[in-house]
T-cell receptor, first 114, second 111 residues
Framework: SQTIHQWPATLVQPVGSPLSLECTVE??????LYWYRQAAGRGLQLLFY??????ISSEVPQNLSASRPQDRQFILSSKKLLLSDSGFYLC?????????????FGPGTRLTVL | GENVEQHPSTLSVQEGDSAVIKCTYS??????FPWYKQELGKRPQLIID?????GEKKDQRIAVTLNKTAKHFSLHITETQPEDSAVYFC??????????FGKGTHLIIQP
């Protein structure tokens, strides 16, 4: 069966510090991968998606970036965090089938920028 | 791009009553409409989904209806129980470029 991992689970970082969040998927090949952010009490905002290694699409302009160095690894980064980057970051995957886009979410990383 | 509107933002119902959450979408190309339940501090979990070739789908106390002409879909929960309390998100999509989520509905089940 497929599983999705994220780490760290929680993170407290000062403003201006760098960020690296990691997501890995097991039990599937060539998944579509996604990064979402959820601000406190708010909905899910799609940040990035990837359909393959090295292929990243950005949905919103921001100081975050994403990379996919391996088929089942997705990384979210920032060179300098802002207060507004605080939130719950969720990675998700879906099978690479255009007519079946069910997404499965990882456990999430709760980021607090102080 | 796709735009999904979800109502209400908060819904309080008596235990045992029914709850209905409604969503509209804008992109007629969307063909996949999932509903997720998110308990406090946890990841969203898929509870039911519907595809555009189906008008209604039911799974025990949960049902979803889809009106493609009007571009709206709804979640129905019958005989609500305390464990149904959570935030519910609708979403619309269909390709590889991700789902567009509604802003969520906080469902409160009053004992």
């Amino acid at each position: 069966s497929q599983t999705i991992h994220q780490w760290p689970a929680t993170l407290v970082q000062p403003v201006g510090s760098p960020l690296s969040l990691e997501c890995t998927v097991e039990g599937t090949s060539n998944p579509n991968l996604y990064w979402y952010r959820q601000a406190a009490g708010r909905g899910l905002q799609l940040l990035f998606y990837s359909v393959g290694i090295g292929q990243i699409s950005s949905e919103v302009p921001q100081n975050l970036s994403a990379s996919r160095p391996q088929d089942r690894q997705f990384i979210l980064s920032s060179k300098k965090l802002l207060l507004s980057d605080s939130g719950f970051y969720l990675c998700a995957w879906s099978a690479l089938r255009m007519t079946d886009n069910e997404q499965f979410f990882g456990p999430g990383t709760r980021l607090t920028v102080l | 791009g796709e735009n999904v509107e979800q109502h209400p933002s908060t819904l309080s119902v008596q235990e045992g009553d029914s709850a209905v959450i409604k969503c509209t979408y804008s992109d007629s190309a969307s063909n996949y409409f999932p509903w997720y339940k998110q308990e406090l501090g946890k990841r969203p979990q898929l509870i039911i989904d519907i595809r555009s070739n189906v008008g209604e789908k039911k799974d025990q106390r949960i049902a979803v209806t889809l009106n493609k002409t009007a571009k709206h879909f709804s979640l129905h929960i019958t005989e609500t129980q305390p464990e149904d309390s959570a935030v519910y998100f609708c979403a619309a999509g269909g390709g590889a470029d991700g789902l567009t989520f509604g802003k969520g509905t906080h469902l409160i089940i009053q004992p």
